[in-house]
């Protein structure tokens, strides 16, 4: 089991916690639009720190990306499972012939 796997994990046990005594358990409460607009957030702070070249800061940054990630795929009963399992699906295809089956 990967780091992620075991985050996935206890992202899924924190859906029915107390909002007062876990941080995940919060933005779950406040809904699936919420926790969207947090991802979002991360993920500018994660491309601010692509662009100036900070690696630690990118690291950190890109942790918390992934973090609200798979908290925003919990709010809309997404799994990692099921992501991955699209990634799974789409090896082997070129990303533009992917793209293009898309549009």
């Keep these: 089991m990967t780091a992620l796997d075991r985050l996935a994990a206890t992202i899924a046990a924190r859906k029915g ?52 990630l798979l908290v925003m795929l919990a709010a809309r009963d997404v799994t990692l499972d099921q992501v991955l399992a699209e990634l799974e699906r789409r090896q082997g295809t070129s990303g533009l012939a992917e793209k293009a089956a898309r549009g």
């Design 17 to 68: 916690a107390d909002p007062d005594t876990s941080w995940t358990a919060k933005l779950l409460a406040k809904g699936p639009e919420k926790c969207a607009e947090k991802f979002g957030e991360e993920a500018v702070e994660a491309i601010i720190e692509a662009v100036k070249g900070d690696r630690a800061k990118l690291t950190a940054e890109a942790a918390d990306v992934l973090y609200h």
